[in-house]
């Protein structure tokens, strides 16, 4: 079997955190092995260590050794040895057949193997065993997609969502989907909402700006985000207001003898929900209007704002059209 290097992300592997700390009755260095064996470490060699003298003591439980062999497994999968760990979480279900936690994790090295299908075996018996358990129904999910099999992919994902709604890489995988499907608003949102739950994760943040690449003027979102950019003239008494687009984000500025304005604002669709912030440059008073603005064509778009402060009256609103002059 070839197998390719692996660096599976932390949101994939089912980690093996219990039954360990009291695997080994006797000596303190045994009943230390069984603590070092089932914990988090930055240092999987000394979890392979550990796991090891639980393996060869012949004194745990069968139960104990079946984890010690899966908690082996997944600390050779940090060190990148792949063939050994595969070894270990078949071993581990060879002693414990209802070890749900050994089947996805071997799943996530048949898919590295390319063998997809036995992937989607050994995650469908990780499901059959811990139906409840969201990484499992991620991990097929992404099988599903290898295999084209959108409905399914998308089944998996929205499962392992409902079971785990704060499961970022859940959000990940779905918003990777919706870009093959070239559904890029709902991919940006799921995409959002995984870097939002894990805002330090550089493959969700580089992986976002690949899809915004990719919607482009093909999006409808895209297309109304560029719709707003440029100058647009009030007729009425001249206002110009200069404004550029950025990812669906709006900011623009303008100034005149009475007044200095400053816009931020996002766009959904055809819409830019905004926020003007109105200086007096005699007095510094500053007035705040928010609002919408609309595309009503591509020459021109209307603005509907309230506001108050700085001498506006009671419940001010205020609409304009404004004409593209650039």
Not at 49 to 73: D, F, H, L, N, V
Request: proline share 3%; glycine share 8%; net charge positive.
């Amino acid at each position: 079997m070839f197998w390719q290097p692996c660096r599976a992300s932390a949101g994939l592997i089912v980690a093996i955190v219990a039954g360990l700390a009291g695997a080994m009755d006797g000596p303190a260095g045994a009943q230390s092995s069984g603590r070092v064996c089932g914990a988090s470490s930055d240092r999987p060699a000394d979890i392979v260590k550990a796991c090891t003298a639980i393996i060869r003591s012949g004194k745990a439980p069968a139960s104990r050794i079946a984890i010690a062999y899966a908690q082996r497994g997944v600390a050779l999968m940090d060190m990148n040895e792949i063939e050994r760990a595969f070894a270990d979480f078949t071993e581990a279900i060879r002693r414990d057949p209802k070890h749900a936690a050994s089947y996805s994790n071997r799943g996530l090295l048949w898919r590295v193997a390319g063998d997809v299908d036995r992937a989607i075996a050994d995650f469908s018996q990780a499901i059959r065993l811990e139906p409840n358990h969201p990484m499992a129904y991620n991990n097929r999910g992404i099988a599903w997609r290898d295999k084209g099999d959108v409905d399914r992919a998308l089944a998996d994902f929205n499962i392992a969502l409902r079971l785990d709604p704060k499961y970022a890489n859940a959000y990940f995988s779905r918003g990777v989907l919706w870009h093959h499907k070239k559904d890029y608003n709902s991919a940006l949102a799921d995409l959002d909402e995984a870097i939002r739950l894990d805002p330090k994760n550089e493959e969700f943040k580089s992986k976002r700006a690949e899809i915004a690449k990719d919607a482009g003027a093909s999006s409808p979102v895209a297309q109304s985000c560029a719709d707003f950019s440029g100058g647009w003239r009030r007729d009425i008494d001249g206002l110009v207001w200069g404004i550029h687009q950025s990812d669906c984000r709006l900011a623009g500025g303008e100034e005149n003898f009475n007044y200095h304005h400053s816009l931020r604002g996002t766009v959904s669709q055809d819409v830019a929900q905004i926020t003007i912030r109105r200086t007096t440059n005699a007095t510094g008073c500053v007035a705040t209007l928010t609002g919408t603005a609309r595309v009503i064509d591509k020459s021109h778009i209307r603005v509907d704002l309230n506001g108050n402060g700085c001498g506006l009256p009671h419940n001010h609103s205020e609409s304009f059209v404004y004409r593209r002059v650039y």
